[in-house]
């Protein structure tokens, strides 16, 4: 969902983190802190918080709010009101778990808290009620979509090495990894202690030595927004975020600026929807080079590719989206959101031709490549994924027969499917998008197809 909505103004403090009594935790907080309290809505002052200890100590809520705490920054030693942790992304995680200990020894005795339903790599930690929290350590394993581990326990690192009192959010895309920065864009950040909405605004430098031209501004829940406006306008961007509360009021900084290049060309691009936009293993978005297909090719690759996007919807944009960037080469990939939703092949087959067709008229070679199949089995453990039609696996054939009989084809699907004609259990989590192992395999096999059809094209570079 995309949404544009104004930006609202305003602080608080982040909700105390939830603890017990077993795990040496505080045996009580204030109700205020809990809550999340903002300077307008403090009337008592003077709050109490009686630690494992049970020494209690007063703090001034309306100083804390403001992040002026000076009475706890006084009375405890090395006072923390949130550490943020963070860690390399793992493939095929669909979460992850935290593990807070008290010493740098993994015994039971030693467990602070656990954190679970984490879904990015990287964790903000509320320390406000924690005495202690300079001494522990902290430790993250990678879950699957069962809640099974798939690694081991990290090893254990004190929490003082990690980002203390971050006072702006932090940007997980990964854009400059990319050879060309998607057309489409996914914004994604480690969410905010306390945040419910979060601003995003876009940047563009165009280098005259003017101050950058802010373009876009947008809101949203959580902390992924995919956009919905393509970038074709050559140039440097950056994007900034700042997170709000449930009130409106805000509760961050704007993170610091993260930027990406827009290219005036690109001899190879690629349309297609989600597949070919990226993210994987549910919870990672596409703005994480290690779901993206175009990763694994040694030949550069403009991502055109738009989540949920019809073949209809990709002929409808090739205006746009394709010619501003003047492609020698088109990758042309899609099918699977139609015959998934009871498409047939000769409704989908026109649309794909209607494509090529465009590309020749502007001297495009279009490419085209295998519808990839789906996993039903998988597909019903997800409620955002509609129940697949059940003729769709005789369409995906038709379709991909035709598609094979085209000039210039490359087949990506077969690789991925198991003796059933299923997305094989391996390279997907949802049944629907391919994980790592199928990114890999889509992006090699085109990769190797345009080496070896166009020789003499010079494909390795820009």
């Given at each position: 969902?995309?949404?544009?909505?104004?930006?609202?103004?305003g602080?608080?403090?982040?909700?105390?983190?939830?603890?017990?009594?077993?795990?040496?935790?505080?045996?009580?907080?204030?109700e205020?802190?809990?809550?999340?309290?903002?300077?307008?809505?403090?009337?008592?002052?003077?709050?109490?918080?009686?630690?494992?200890?049970?020494?209690?100590?007063?703090?001034?809520v309306?100083?804390?709010?403001?992040?002026?705490?000076?009475i706890a920054?006084?009375?405890?030693?090395?006072?923390?009101?949130?550490?943020?942790?963070?860690?390399?992304?793992?493939?095929?995680?669909?979460?992850?778990?935290?593990?807070?200990?008290?010493?740098?020894?993994?015994?039971?005795?030693?467990?602070?808290?656990?954190?679970?339903?984490?879904?990015?790599n990287?964790y903000?930690?509320?320390?406000?009620?924690?005495?202690?929290?300079?001494?522990?350590?902290?430790?993250?394993?990678?879950?699957?979509?069962?809640?099974?581990?798939?690694?081991l326990?990290s090893d254990?690192?004190?929490l003082?090495?990690?980002?203390?009192?971050?006072?702006a959010?932090?940007?997980t895309?990964?854009?400059?990894?990319?050879?060309?920065?998607?057309?489409y864009?996914?914004?994604?950040?480690?969410?905010?202690?306390?945040?419910?909405?979060?601003?995003?605004?876009?940047?563009?430098?165009?280098?005259?030595?003017?101050?950058?031209?802010l373009?876009r501004?947008?809101t949203?829940?959580?902390?992924?927004?995919?956009?919905?406006?393509?970038?074709?306008?050559p140039?440097?961007?950056?994007?900034?975020?700042?997170?709000?509360?449930?009130?409106?009021?805000?509760?961050?900084?704007?993170?610091e600026?993260?930027?990406?290049?827009?290219?005036?060309?690109?001899k190879?691009?690629?349309i297609?929807?989600?597949?070919?936009?990226?993210?994987?293993?549910?919870?990672?978005?596409?703005?994480?080079?290690?779901?993206?297909?175009?990763?694994?090719?040694?030949?550069?690759?403009?991502?055109?590719?738009?989540?949920?996007?019809?073949?209809?919807?990709?002929?409808?944009?090739?205006?746009?989206?394709?010619?501003?960037?003047?492609?020698?080469?088109?990758?042309i990939?899609?099918?699977?959101?139609?015959?998934?939703?009871?498409?047939r092949a000769?409704?989908?087959?026109?649309?794909?031709?209607?494509?090529?067709?465009?590309?020749?008229?502007?001297?495009?070679?279009?490419?085209?490549?295998?519808?990839?199949?789906?996993?039903?089995?998988f597909?019903?453990?997800?409620?955002?994924?509609?129940?697949?039609?059940?003729?769709?696996?005789n369409?995906?054939?038709?379709?991909?027969?035709?598609i094979?009989?085209?000039?210039?084809?490359?087949?990506?699907?077969?690789?991925?499917?198991d003796?059933?004609?299923?997305?094989?259990?391996?390279?997907?989590?949802?049944?629907?998008?391919p994980d790592?192992?199928?990114?890999?395999?889509?992006?090699?096999?085109?990769?190797?197809?345009l080496?070896?059809?166009?020789?003499?094209?010079?494909?390795?570079?820009?």
């Amino acid at each position: 969902m995309r949404k544009y909505l104004g930006f609202a103004a305003g602080i608080m403090v982040a909700a105390a983190l939830s603890c017990s009594q077993s795990a040496g935790m505080p045996l009580a907080m204030p109700e205020a802190m809990a809550a999340g309290v903002t300077m307008a809505d403090s009337k008592d002052l003077a709050k109490t918080i009686r630690f494992e200890d049970n020494e209690e100590i007063k703090v001034d809520v309306k100083e804390a709010a403001e992040g002026k705490d000076d009475i706890a920054a006084r009375e405890i030693p090395g006072y923390l009101r949130k550490v943020r942790l963070s860690w390399e992304p793992v493939p095929g995680a669909v979460s992850y778990q935290v593990a807070i200990m008290r010493a740098n020894k993994n015994i039971p005795e030693n467990v602070v808290s656990v954190k679970r339903g984490i879904f990015t790599n990287g964790y903000e930690l509320d320390t406000s009620v924690m005495r202690a929290a300079k001494d522990y350590y902290w430790k993250v394993c990678p879950l699957d979509a069962s809640g099974h581990y798939i690694k081991l326990y990290s090893d254990l690192k004190p929490l003082t090495e990690q980002e203390l009192n971050p006072v702006a959010p932090k940007p997980t895309t990964e854009f400059e990894s990319m050879a060309y920065a998607p057309l489409y864009p996914v914004f994604s950040w480690v969410p905010v202690t306390g945040a419910k909405y979060y601003d995003v605004r876009v940047y563009r430098d165009d280098g005259n030595g003017e101050k950058p031209e802010l373009i876009r501004e947008l809101t949203t829940e959580g902390s992924v927004l995919y956009e919905d406006a393509g970038y074709t306008w050559p140039g440097r961007y950056y994007w900034q975020v700042r997170s709000r509360n449930e009130l409106g009021n805000r509760v961050s900084e704007w993170s610091e600026p993260s930027y990406y290049q827009v290219e005036a060309a690109a001899k190879v691009a690629a349309i297609g929807d989600s597949i070919t936009h990226g993210g994987g293993a549910v919870s990672t978005p596409p703005g994480y080079v290690m779901y993206n297909w175009e990763t694994y090719s040694q030949v550069p690759v403009k991502n055109l590719g738009y989540s949920g996007d019809t073949v209809a919807a990709m002929a409808a944009r090739f205006d746009s989206d394709v010619l501003p960037f003047k492609p020698k080469i088109l990758v042309i990939m899609g099918g699977v959101n139609d015959f998934r939703s009871g498409g047939r092949a000769e409704e989908i087959i026109p649309y794909l031709r209607q494509i090529g067709d465009k590309c020749r008229a502007h001297g495009i070679i279009p490419v085209y490549a295998t519808a990839t199949p789906i996993n039903p089995h998988f597909i019903a453990n997800w409620h955002y994924i509609t129940a697949p039609a059940a003729d769709w696996k005789n369409e995906q054939v038709k379709l991909n027969q035709w598609i094979m009989q085209q000039q210039y084809a490359v087949d990506v699907a077969s690789g991925m499917t198991d003796c059933y004609g299923l997305l094989m259990d391996e390279a997907t989590t949802d049944g629907l998008h391919p994980d790592v192992l199928g990114k890999k395999m889509i992006g090699e096999a085109i990769s190797n197809y345009l080496l070896k059809t166009f020789p003499g094209k010079n494909l390795l570079a820009k």
